[in-house]
């Protein structure tokens, strides 16, 4: 007889393990795929999420390569049109913005930029770059709701 008779446990750790401590696990799906609440997504991976660093290389290396359109949603911390422009690799056409090099790129801590470094980066995001970030959301809002429903004129 020869083989595994199951007597001892399986504590082989496997590429994917990591997958089962996901923040976004339990979440509705919709919210990482929807635009208007990719913050919400945000905030689940960078401020609740301990497995963030393993899924930003699972999506590097799943990624890796492909066109803007084939990345959408919420992923790491970053949106698919980030996670394109961060990719040196990333498929691109005439006319495309250009790759985001951030090793050439200012990026200061408390500005947008400096917020995609520490993402791209897998590290842990400082107080500036995040209370920037909210601060861009709440005017993003306020924006919105100004398109959606105008002052009406007397």
Request: aromatic letters at 6%.
């Amino acid at each position: 007889m020869s083989g595994y008779t199951g007597q001892t446990p399986d504590t082989v750790a496997r590429p994917l393990d990591w997958m089962g401590s996901m923040a976004c696990r339990n979440k509705d799906p919709n919210l990482f795929s929807d635009p208007a609440t990719a913050h919400d997504a945000r905030l689940i991976c960078i401020v609740r999420c301990r497995v963030r660093p393993a899924c930003l290389a699972h999506v590097k290396d799943t990624e890796k390569g492909s066109g803007r359109k084939d990345r959408d949603g919420v992923v790491a911390g970053l949106t698919g049109s980030e996670r394109w422009r961060l990719d040196p690799t990333a498929y691109r056409t005439t006319g495309d913005t250009p790759w985001l090099d951030l090793a050439v790129t200012p990026a200061p801590c408390g500005t947008y930029v400096g917020l995609l470094r520490h993402l791209w980066s897998g590290g842990l995001v400082d107080p500036d770059c995040w209370s920037d970030e909210i601060r861009r959301e709440r005017l993003n809002n306020a924006s919105r709701e100004a398109t959606a429903h105008p002052p009406k004129e007397v």
